[in-house]
């Protein structure tokens, strides 16, 4: 298993996380069941998941902690797929979250380490903002939970409104098709917009600031060192 995952990221860590996440955007709203029990859903968040290990594969201290939490993950999801119910939920997105925010931190630890800016850093950039965003979701997807009605959407558009308001809000801006309803859902709404901004701003800084220093954009053989 370990020997297959190092095959199939070979050429980049964060690729396929960056595919995958991508795909969890894309696909679910192309077919025809939309809530949080849609098997697109559940088959390109599982391969998300499986792809954090993979971008992940050369952190010695995440690898073994990583495999635990990801292996939780993944029952989780299809768990949840199969039986359903509001406790584990709860406990499905709490464990998202977590894991979600290992990798955001591992993402955001890379960028700052690395002295030169190379295909990877970006591709990194990219996944660190986009897994921001499903953070977002789940935390907002906790809030309609526990708080019925806090966005004013239906259940049978449970995902797709809420995945798409968080990366919306996420980088402001805010088309007011769905508004947050109670006070905990305005909160949360405003810290998913500060943290958006706060990113993409230091992104940016530390992107810019790393090329003025080293303006040589490597290879794809030397940024894999």
Known sequence: MKQFL????????????????????????MVEQTALHSPAFQ??????????????????EFINFGLTVSVVCLSLVWLDYMIGGAVLKIISLGLYIVYFCILFYKT??????????????????????????YISAFALMLVQISYPQSFGISDDKFLQDLIYFAFVTLSTVGYGDITP?????????????????????????????????????????????
């Open 6 to 29: 190092e095959w199939l990221a070979s050429k980049n860590n964060f690729s396929l996380l960056f595919f995958f996440l991508s795909m969890g955007l894309v696909v679910p709203p």
């Open 43 to 60: 088959l390109c968040f599982s391969l998300a998941i499986l792809s954090g290990v993979v971008a992940m594969r050369k952190e010695g």
């Open 108 to 133: 955001t630890h890379l960028i700052l380490s690395k002295d030169q800016i190379s295909n990877q850093l970006l591709i990194a950039g990219i996944a660190g903002y986009m897994l921001l965003g």
């Open 181 to 225: 309803e109670t006070s905990v859902a305005k909160s949360v709404s405003v810290l998913i917009g500060v943290a958006g901004q706060m990113y993409l701003t230091l992104l940016v800084a530390l992107l810019v600031g790393k090329y003025l220093q080293n303006p040589t954009l490597p290879s794809s053989d030397e940024k894999s060192d």
